[in-house]
C-alpha cells in the first residue's frame, strides 16, 4: 500500500504531530509525504529528513498558503489517484481538511484512530473516549485521521527521501484568508509537553489564573492548559482547552488544579502517565483518575506549592 | 435569505455511556437523549442572524435530522427555540457522515439555503466530518470551527478555532459554518414557544426519497471499555506532594 502523509507545518518547521501520523502510516505500507504551502522548501527539506519516508510532494504556490482546504483538498484528491491511504495527525487543519478530500473520493473518513489493526481494521475512541470501537472499512482508497499521543514519533532525522514538485490545482476562489492571532507562548506546545498544569473554573478570572498557574508551571517547565470552563469564562483563550473537543494530551504528568474532571474533560488528559489534582471538594470525579489528590483550596496550597518547589 | 440547519439526536452529554456487555456498542436503551449541543450552538446561531445580529438577511431557518423517528423530538426542540419548520429523512440503519453529508447535498438542491450551519462535532461518534463533506460534496466554502459569524450579502465571515489560536476567513455564498463551543450560548425554549412549535411545519421523508445509497462503509466489529485507570493516593499536605513530585524526579 501507498500512503501520503499530510505534514503539518507553520511555514517554516514541521510539526511533531507529523512524526505519529508517519509512524501510523508506516504500519500500512510505502510513506510518501504531502507539503503543502507557499515558499515552503525549507519544510521540504526538513521533511526529506525524517525517516522512512520515500517521497516529498511539494505543492507550493500561493492557493496553498494557509493551508485553504477548499484549495487543498483538490490537490490531494488528485495525488489519491497514486496513493491508497491518505493519513495525518488530528490537527484543526487536518480536522478541517480531510473530511473534503474523503467526499470528493467518495469514501468514509476514519477519525483519530488509536492503532492500525490491519491494512483496513483500525481502533478509535467514541463517546469521548468512554468506549473503544475496532471498524472496518470497505472503501478503497483510505482518509484516516491520526491521535498523535495513540502513536510514538516517527524519527525526525535519518530519512533521506527524494522531493518532487507537484503543480498547482489553483485557487477555487471561495475561501480567503482573513487574518490569524496566533499566540507567541513561550511555553512548551500542550500536545508535545512533558508536564502540563491546567487550571479550571475555581481560578475565578484570568488575574489569577495568571498569577498561580503560571508561576507553578513556570518552575516545572511546563504547558499551560485549561478546562472549557476556564475558556468560555475567558480566563485564557481557545487554545489552552484540553478535552473530548478540545486538545487531546498524553504528557508524563498532568496536574489539574481546581478542575472537577467532567468526562469530556477526562477525554483529552486520561491517558497522561501521572496525573495529580488539586481539588478542595474530595468527592470530585477527578479524583477518580488521580494517581495523587490533594484535598485543599487552591488559593492556599498552589502558592504555597510553587514555593517549595 | 434561508438557512438549514442539520441537527442530531445524540445520548445527553450528562450521561455516562455504558458499553453493552455483548461489546456491540453503546446501550442507548432507556437513557436521555438530546440535541448533540454543537447542533443547538448552530440553530441559536441560525436565529440570531434571523433576528438581525451578526448581519441580517435571513429570513428562514429549516432543521433536519437523519436518524429514527424520535429524532422528530430533536427537530420540535429546534422550533420551539425560533427555528421555522423541520425535515425528519427516517433511516433504520445508522447512517454515516459521508451518507448524511449526501442526503443533506439533495435537501441543499431543493432548499437552495445561503447557509448551512452545522455542529463541528457530534458527541457521540466524535467524528467533526459531516460539515466539511458536504462543503467538498457541494463545492462550498467551509468556516469550520467558528467562534464568531459575520453574515453578509455576498459572504460570510467566519472566526475559526484553530490548535494556536484563532483564524479568520471569508468565504463565498452559499457556504458552510460548523459551529464551535464559544460562538454563542444557546437560549432555552420557553413554554408558550414549546406549545407554538407542535403546530409548525415538520415533513418527513426517507433515505430513498432522495435516491442515496447509505450503505455503511465501515463496520463496526466490536466495543470496549477502555483501560481503567487504577485508584491513585492522597497525599495530606503540600509537603508530601512536593516529596512525591521529587521522588518522580520533577522537583529538585
Ligand atoms: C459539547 C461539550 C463539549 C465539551 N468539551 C469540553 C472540553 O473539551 N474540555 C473541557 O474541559 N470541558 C468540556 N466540556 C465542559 C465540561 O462538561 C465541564 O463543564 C467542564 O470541564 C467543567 O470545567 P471545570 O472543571 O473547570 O469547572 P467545574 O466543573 O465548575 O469545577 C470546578 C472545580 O473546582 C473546585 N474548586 C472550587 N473552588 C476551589 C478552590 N478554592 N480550591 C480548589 N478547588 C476548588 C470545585 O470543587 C470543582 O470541582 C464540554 C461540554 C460540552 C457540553
Ligand atoms: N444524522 C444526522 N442528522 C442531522 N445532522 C447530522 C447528523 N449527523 C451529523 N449531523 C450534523 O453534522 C455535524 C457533525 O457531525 P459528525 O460529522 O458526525 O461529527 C453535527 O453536529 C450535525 O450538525
Known sequence: MKTLVWVEHDGTAVKDATLAAVTAASKLGEVHLLVAGQGVDGVA?????????????????????????????PLVAQLMGDHDAFVAAATTTAKNLCPRVAALLDVMQISDIL?????????????????????????????????GTAFEKAAAEGGS??????????????????????????????????????GGRALQNGENFHALIEPLADKLGAGVGASRAAVDAGFVPNDYQVG???????????????????????????????????????????????DIGLVGDLFKVVPELTEKL | MKVLVPVKRVLDYNVKPRVKADGTGV????????????????????IRLKEGKNGGGVTEIVVVS?????????????????????????????????GVAKILAKIVEEEQPSLVILGKQ????????????LAGLLGWGQGTFASKVELAADSV?????????????????????????????????????????????????????????VTPRIKTLKVVEPAKRSAGVKVADVDELVMKLQAMGIAK
Not at chain 1, 492503532?115 to 478503497?140: C, H, K, L, M
Not at chain 1, 476562489?173 to 492571532?181: L, M, P, S, Y
Not at chain 1, 498532568?254 to 469530556?264: D, E, F, K, T, W
Not at chain 2, 446501550?27 to 441560525?46: G, R, T
Open chain 2, 66 to 98: 437523519i436518524g429514527e423517528q424520535k429524532a422528530q423530538e430533536t427537530i420540535r426542540t429546534a422550533l420551539a427555540m425560533g427555528a421555522d419548520r423541520g425535515i425528519l429523512v427516517t433511516s433504520d440503519e445508522k447512517v454515516e457522515p459521508l
Open chain 2, 157 to 213: 465571515t467566519v472566526t475559526r478555532e484553530v490548535d494556536g489560536g484563532l483564524e479568520t476567513d471569508r468565504f463565498t455564498l452559499p457556504a458552510i459554518v460548523t459551529t464551535d463551543l464559544r460562538l454563542n450560548e444557546p437560549r432555552y425554549a420557553s413554554l408558550p414557544n414549546i406549545m407554538k412549535a407542535k403546530s409548525k411545519p415538520l415533513a418527513t421523508k426517507t433515505a430513498a426519497d432522495y435516491g442515496v445509497d
Open chain 1, 45 to 73: 527539506q526538513a521533511a526529506a529528513k525524517i525517516a522512512g519516508v520515500g517521497k516529498v510532494h511539494v505543492a507550493d504556490d500561493a492557493a496553498y498558503a494557509h493551508q485553504i482546504a477548499e484549495n487543498v483538498a
Open chain 2, 122 to 133: 457530534a458527541i457521540d461518534d466524535d467524528n467533526n466530518q459531516t460539515g466539511q463533506m
Open chain 2, 27 to 46: 446501550d442507548l436503551a432507556n437513557v436521555k437523549m438530546s440535541m448533540n449541543p454543537f447542533d443547538e450552538i448552530a440553530v441559536e446561531e441560525a
Open chain 1, 161 to 198: 527521501a527524494t522531493i518532487e514538485a507537484v503543480s498547482s490545482t489553483g485557487d477555487k476562489g471561495i475561501a480567503t484568508f482573513v487574518d490569524a492571532e496566533i499566540a507567541q507562548n513561550a511555553r512548551p506546545e500542550l500536545t508535545s509537553a512533558k508536564i502540563i498544569v491546567s
Open chain 1, 244 to 290: 473530548q473537543t478540545g486538545k487531546i494530551v498524553a504528557p508524563e504528568v498532568y496536574i489539574a488544579v481546581g478542575i472537577s474532571g467532567a468526562i469530556q474533560h477526562l477525554a483529552g488528559m486520561k491517558d497522561s502517565k501521572t496525573i495529580i489534582a488539586i481539588n478542595k471538594d474530595e468527592d470530585a470525579p477527578i479524583f477518580q483518575v488521580a
Open chain 1, 115 to 147: 492503532s492500525v489493526e490491519g491494512e483496513d481494521t483500525f481502533t478509535r475512541p467514541i463517546y469521548a473516549g468512554n468506549a473503544i470501537a475496532t471498524v472496518q472499512t470497505s472503501d478503497a482508497k483510505k482518509v484516516i485521521t491520526v491521535r
